[in-house]
């Protein structure tokens, strides 16, 4: 992954020898110089054993914020503290998972962490969660959920420069993006007006103060036509 702005460092995830198929798979995060070769690991000393899907904060010097480990069909949440170490704040089965259930989705450049976790409610679908730093819970409400359908890691939309979370990609019966920043929002509604036989998805990186957007446009009867709102 490489980093914004004009250095040249990149991200690279690198899968670590074991010393027997019954060890865990694991992976340490490696911030790497391409001009000078120099590299360093993230995530401290004491990365947890069997450490897979990271969240790193965003910005030009990313850190680690969240790790998923899985190790003899558990699954464990990690979260970063301030002493550079890892804290597990939450476990259950791989396969199963459960009331338990919890992911790190993303996080953004302050380091609030965003999470999927299982709704305590009757349908137990699962929804998009602000995490609590000082609870090291999901909040109590979810920022987003979908009557009927589990909200899983289908992408969000970042602004490049204010790294504001503007959208979160899901998908119900067609692929689509649920908007937060009303700027954004007002821009779906004018596309939704022009084009209303189709759905019509958009891309951005600088959402709000750019000119333009590249909007795809396809149905079950048009394959996807690619347009640049102004």
């Not at 010097?61 to 597990?88: F, Y």
């Not at 036989?197 to 036509?225: F, I, K, M, P, W």
């Amino acid at each position: 992954k490489t980093l914004p702005g004009d250095g040249d460092d990149v991200l690279l995830l690198r899968y670590n020898e074991r010393e027997s198929q019954e060890e865990a798979i694991s992976t340490t995060l490696v911030r790497l110089n391409t001009r000078s070769k120099s590299r360093t690991d993230l995530g401290g000393s004491k990365v947890p054993e069997g450490a897979t899907d990271w969240v790193m904060s965003r910005g030009s010097d990313p850190q680690p914020v969240a790790v998923l480990s899985i190790v003899k069909e558990r699954t464990r949440m990690h979260v970063a503290d301030r002493e550079g170490g890892w804290t597990s704040v939450a476990e259950y089965n791989t396969f199963t998972g459960g009331a338990d259930y919890i992911r790190p989705a993303w996080a953004d450049s302050k380091g609030q962490l965003y999470v999927f976790a299982t709704q305590n409610n009757a349908e137990k679908t699962d929804a998009l969660y602000r995490f609590d730093s000082a609870t090291r819970k999901p909040e109590a409400s979810p920022l987003l959920s979908l009557k009927g359908y589990d909200l899983d890691e289908k992408g969000a939309f970042f602004d490049r420069e204010t790294e504001e979370l503007l959208g979160v990609v899901n998908l119900t019966d067609a692929t689509g993006v649920v908007w937060f920043n009303a700027q954004m929002k007002a821009v779906q509604a004018q596309v939704d007006k022009l084009l209303p036989g189709t759905n019509n998805l958009l891309g951005c990186s600088r959402c709000v103060n750019g000119r333009h957007v590249v909007v795809t446009a396809y149905s079950d009867r048009q394959s996807a036509v690619h347009f640049l709102f102004d």
